[in-house]
């Protein structure tokens, strides 16, 4: 019998990203949406030509499904996610894991009182990118530097524009917690957790009406002080694009994007791989999901839950440095 999912928030990710794979996974069936604006419930109705409900109560009155994927504004996730571990239905959550280390860590806890699946979607995990680039890093010998830029060049960040995302109240936070979090897992995958952090945000440099981080810069130690990181990260001034280099005694690996090279001191190009687009890194991870689901991947494999909650932890210390103009240590 195929296995039954349930859609909760049609928005634009969910929309693009998840529901397409979704209708083309053979043994899946979408048998709910829970949308609660009456514009994008029309049209998920219309494009997946299912029942769809205003609330997640009435859909769950009319099926439980095995497998819930929820995508929703940040601060709108817990109340749903305490229905669904309660439920014990399976959930693919989107990023980030929370809206900081304290409600990330009652989410793990949750699921795990309930003995019930959860992911976050962190899709670049499931591109061969990360592995390689990983592979990459460890030909390099002793690593001692490394430089992370994520851009974007909004011309606005106003709420008629950004809509719930320039609120921090319902956001959590802006450059740092909603576009850094994915450069954040790439480190927290290299390297693990950081030894301290200190960062310096900026907020409202633009016109208009928004509360959260426009741009962040942050300088982080690794492995007792050995490696130095800085990351910078701007919704506003920069050309889009993604940076990632780590420099060792033998030469340094750029990602740059979904590309990763090699080269070595002098600059030669020795390898140079790219990846797959986000549609098969997307599918990639609701197949690694079903298979979790089914006790078909060893728990040891890749335990995601508990680098998104190293990720939170990083998180509210750039926060928390950049408010108290502190360095947060670790160690
Ligand atoms: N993995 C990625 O690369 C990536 C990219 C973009 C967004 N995201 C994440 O996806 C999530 C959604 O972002 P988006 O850009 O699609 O936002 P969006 O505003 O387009 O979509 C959110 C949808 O949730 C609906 N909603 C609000 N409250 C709800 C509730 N209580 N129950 C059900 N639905 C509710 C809204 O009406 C809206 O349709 C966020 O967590 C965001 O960080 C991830």
Same mark, same amino acid.
């Given at each position: 019998m195929a296995r039954q999912v349930m859609i909760?928030?049609?928005?634009?990710? $969910? $929309?693009?990203?998840?529901? %397409?794979?979704?209708?083309?996974? %053979?043994?899946?069936?979408? +048998? /709910?949406?829970?949308? %609660?604006? %009456?514009?994008?419930?029309?049209?998920?109705? *219309?494009?997946? &030509?299912?029942?769809?409900?205003?609330?997640? #109560?009435?859909?769950? /009155? @009319?099926i439980k499904p095995d497998i819930a994927i929820v995508s929703v504004p940040h601060n709108q996730y817990w109340p749903i996610l305490e229905i669904l571990a309660t439920n014990h239905i399976a959930t693919l959550k989107e990023k980030p894991l929370s809206m900081n280390e304290e409600e990330g860590s009652q989410i793990v806890d949750l699921f795990a009182r309930n003995n019930t699946y959860l992911q976050i979607c962190v899709q670049r995990r499931f591109s061969d990118l990360y592995k390689i680039s990983k592979e990459l890093v460890e030909r390099l010998g002793e690593v001692y530097s490394i430089y992370a830029e994520y851009n974007l060049d909004l011309l606005s960040l106003d709420k008629k524009a950004l809509r719930w995302r320039s609120d921090k109240s319902i956001a959590g936070g802006g450059a740092t917690l909603d576009l850094g979090y994915h450069t954040i897992d790439l480190l927290t995958y290299l390297l693990g957790m950081p030894d301290k952090v200190y960062a310096q945000l900026n907020y409202n440099s633009l016109p208009g009406d928004y509360t959260i981080d426009d741009s962040m810069k942050a300088m982080c130690t690794y492995?007792? &002080?050995?490696?130095?990181?800085?990351? +910078?990260?701007?919704?506003?001034?920069?050309? !889009?694009? #993604?940076?990632?280099?780590?420099? &060792?005694?033998?030469? @340094? +690996?750029?990602? #740059?994007?979904?590309?990763?090279?090699?080269?070595?001191?002098?600059?030669?190009?020795?390898?140079?791989?790219?990846? /797959?687009?986000?549609?098969?890194?997307?599918?990639?991870?609701?197949?690694?999901?079903?298979?979790?689901?089914?006790?078909?991947?060893?728990? &040891? *494999?890749?335990?995601?839950?508990?680098?998104?909650?190293?990720? $939170?932890?990083?998180?509210?210390?750039? @926060?928390?440095?950049?408010?108290?103009? *502190?360095?947060? !240590?670790?160690?």
């Open positions: 909760i928030g049609a928005g634009k990710q $969910m $929309m693009k990203d998840h529901v %397409p794979v979704v209708l083309n996974t %053979p043994d899946c069936e979408i +048998v /709910s949406v829970v949308e %609660p604006d %009456p514009k994008s419930l029309q049209h998920a109705a *219309e494009t997946i &030509g299912c029942p769809v409900f205003a609330s997640l #109560e009435d859909a769950l /009155s @009319y492995r007792r &002080g050995k490696i130095n990181a800085n990351l +910078v990260v701007t919704l506003i001034y920069r050309s !889009r694009g #993604e940076v990632v280099k780590v420099f &060792g005694r033998e030469g @340094y +690996v750029s990602v #740059e994007n979904r590309g990763v090279s090699l080269h070595d001191r002098h600059h030669n190009l020795i390898e140079t791989h790219s990846f /797959s687009s986000k549609e098969h890194e997307v599918k990639n991870q609701f197949n690694y999901f079903l298979k979790k689901v089914d006790k078909r991947v060893s728990l &040891g *494999e890749q335990d995601i839950l508990q680098d998104q909650l190293k990720n $939170m932890r990083i998180i509210d210390a750039i @926060y928390k440095s950049d408010s108290n103009n *502190e360095i947060v !240590r670790f160690i």
